[in-house]
């Protein structure tokens, strides 16, 4: 069994990232060490970016998961970095984690309504300012889609 750092609600992730409603698309997040998250994101139906897309067979937007994964990703690096016994903690203190790169997008299969997203990421390169890393979004045993990711700080 993989231990677990932290647990973190809304409102945990809130205080990391500067993400709100209606972009705060992670509804809890899970720590397990400082290269490794979990999250998820309940689609509810309700969501403004699904008016449109698509009426009647409502479809989560590619680039809607993508943001899922980078978000898991920011909350990732910035929870490591608030200890100040962290080597970037100084670094990054005052700095927005932003979305910088995504390659080797690939989306398997659609997410939608009633679809609870389980997000996942592993950090594969952390210079500071840069980070890069793998992540995958599911529901239940099925592949949504998957990505390398790059967070920068500004």
Do not use: W
Request: hydrophobic share 45%.
């Amino acid at each position: 069994m993989t231990d677990v750092l932290a647990r973190l609600n809304r409102t945990h992730i809130e205080a990391l990232i500067p993400h709100r409603a209606p972009m705060l698309l992670l509804d809890q997040v899970t720590i397990l060490n400082d290269l490794e998250a979990t999250g998820s994101y309940f689609v509810t139906g309700d969501e403004f970016f699904l008016q449109g897309h698509f009426p009647g067979n409502p479809i989560v937007p590619g680039n809607i998961v993508n943001e899922m994964m980078a978000q898991l990703g920011a909350v990732l690096l910035c929870y490591q970095s608030s200890f100040a016994e962290s080597p970037f903690h100084k670094l990054r203190a005052g700095k927005a984690p932003i979305l910088a790169g995504l390659d080797q997008v690939q989306y398997k299969s659609p997410a939608k309504p009633g679809d609870r997203l389980t997000l996942q990421i592993q950090i594969t390169k952390d210079a500071g300012l840069v980070a890069t890393g793998k992540a995958t979004a599911t529901v239940g045993d099925r592949l949504i889609a998957s990505l390398l990711i790059t967070v920068a700080f500004l």
